[in-house]
């Protein structure tokens, strides 16, 4: 397939009630773009990254009420699975696309992985443009730009990732549903891939965390 990119019919399936209705929705209209970024980007990030990176696409599986409020791929080192990796994903909720450098609760390496972001602060902040943005939770769709978090409310969230059981940490950048670029797939793709780019200096800080924390 051609990749289109995103439109409205896409983001209005976060608008359908039930569970049964809204993943039909996601599986016939969302998982197919899905799995042909999966499949686009995995050559990219495997040299991004120095490693072979495999996509998973979010099924949804152990869901039995509650409909899906978003949806996403994930790429990790990982044939098996991705949430206990550093990672990426694209994704989309009702109101945007992102575009995530993640770390979760999942993962056993989140101290490691504070701690080599916390030594390395400064090249983060330089590396990270003043635009992207941060989350401390995968799970909700509110996150802040660097411009306004700063260094110190970077730090306070590399931080709280170590300290805190469920903590979380998210970066990258957000697209509102309502933007012309979703519309233009080549666009769309180059500015992910940029993005990824940028995301990779995140990931190489990842894993020297998880090479420490396995040690």
Not at 24 to 52: D, M, N, V
Not at 88 to 112: C, D, M, N, R
Request: proline fraction near 4%; charge should be neutral.
């Amino acid at each position: 397939m051609s990749f289109t990119g995103f439109h409205e019919k896409d983001f209005d399936v976060f608008s359908i009630e039930g569970l049964d209705d809204r993943m039909q929705g996601i599986i016939s209209q969302i998982r197919p773009k899905l799995e042909f970024l999966g499949q686009h980007f995995a050559a990219s990030l495997s040299a991004l990254t120095g490693e072979e990176m495999f996509f998973h696409v979010a099924k949804h599986a152990r869901r039995t009420v509650n409909p899906p409020n978003d949806t996403w791929v994930a790429w990790a080192g990982d044939k098996r699975g991705y949430k206990k990796h550093p990672h990426f994903q694209v994704g989309l909720w009702g109101t945007h696309l992102f575009v995530w450098y993640a770390v979760i609760y999942e993962s056993p390496f989140k101290e490691g992985i504070s701690q080599s972001m916390a030594e390395h602060l400064d090249e983060i902040m330089a590396t990270i443009p003043d635009d992207f943005r941060w989350s401390p939770d995968h799970m909700q769709p509110e996150s802040t730009t660097q411009a306004v978090l700063g260094r110190e409310g970077v730090a306070q969230m590399i931080d709280r990732l170590q300290r805190v059981k469920k903590a979380e940490l998210l970066c990258g950048f957000t697209i509102d549903r309502h933007n012309p670029l979703l519309r233009d797939g080549d666009k769309l793709l180059k500015r992910m891939d940029e993005t990824f780019s940028t995301l990779a200096k995140l990931y190489q800080l990842g894993k020297q965390g998880t090479v420490s924390a396995s040690r």
